[in-house]
């Protein structure tokens, strides 16, 4: 049996119903959600000869502590279902910023299997935060990157990225999603095309989460248009060859249940670092 990570509580899942939205025409970002929506994701590339190229010898080690255990399996799924939903709200996420307007979807989850999925999750009332508005988001990772760079040698502050904790609130955008994402202030070498993101690396980059690439590559996040849905991840070689990817399996829908999206991203690296940062300080 795979051991799955001691870490595996932190990563971050995201759902959104598919409801009709009706935006005025001076356009608000808005966010719609349902409960008992169930959704899952499924790995469709596992190139390994690719992966070993780009993250050495451990690639499947670091597939896991990206996505979770049993990410680096072709046909492994993920599923993840919406159980409560709180719009309207304003957080206050520390940083004397103030309080933004957001949304809070709390979800279970369960990770990624070839097989059957067991009854209780891996990951039970996980809190997803959105963001309703990207000035906030914006404002926040500028923020918070500032103050960690104080506690760590050679880091500096960054704008919004999918390597840095700005990703805790990119899973599920608000929509219109193509605004939100045009909207970001984005680190230089992130590239926004309509509801993509993607960022190209040369061999020896290292995001903060501590993950090496040991060779040029390109990574690349799509999101869906109507809904602001996170709905595939596709990691490709310098000739462009796709050598790890995730998407919605849409084949799993399950009768009954409207359309939901979900999507997980490891968290552990953020807290870790905010953590040690704490701790010094």
């Known amino acids: 049996m795979r051991k799955k990570p001691i870490l595996f509580g932190l990563l971050v899942f995201s759902l ?3 409801s009709p939205l009706t935006l005025a025409q001076d356009t608000e970002y808005s966010c ?3 409960e008992g929506g169930t959704k899952y994701l499924k790995v469709d590339t596992v190139d390994e000869t690719g992966l070993e190229e780009m993250f050495g010898s451990n690639w499947a080690t670091v597939l896991e502590n990206s996505f979770g255990s049993g990410a680096d399996e072709v046909g492994a799924r993920q599923k993840s279902t919406v159980t409560d939903v709180k719009s309207d709200i304003e957080v206050d996420l520390g940083l004397g910023l103030g309080k933004f307007p957001a949304c809070n979807i709390t979800t279970d989850a369960w990770n990624w299997e070839t097989g059957e999925f067991s009854e209780e999750p891996d990951l039970k009332d996980f809190v997803v935060t959105v963001l309703l508005d990207p000035d906030d988001l914006t404002e926040y990772t500028q923020t ?3 103050i960690l760079a104080l506690g760590i040698p050679g880091y500096s502050a960054q ?3 999918m390597h840095n904790p700005a990703v805790q609130f990119l899973g599920q955008l608000p929509v219109p999603a193509d605004e939100y994402l045009a909207a970001l202030v984005w ?3 992130w590239n ?3 509801l993509k993101v993607s960022h190209e690396h040369e061999a020896g980059y290292t995001s903060l989460f501590g993950t090496t690439y ?3 590559g390109k990574e690349t996040w799509e999101f869906d248009g109507q809904f602001g849905a996170f709905i595939g991840y596709t990691l490709e070689d310098a000739d462009g060859n796709v050598i790890y990817a995730y998407s919605l ?3 799993a829908l399950i009768p009954g249940y409207e359309l939901t999206f979900v999507m997980g991203s490891m968290m552990a690296g953020i807290l870790g670092v905010i953590y040690v940062f704490k701790r010094r300080h």
């Open 192 to 194: 926004v095309d309509g």
């Open 32 to 34: 719609a959600a349902s």
């Open 16 to 18: 959104i119903l598919m």
């Open 249 to 251: 399996d849409v084949s």
């Open 159 to 161: 704008n919004v990225s």
């Open 187 to 189: 680190e230089e070498g």
């Open 214 to 216: 040991q060779a040029d």
């Open 144 to 146: 918070l990157t500032a």
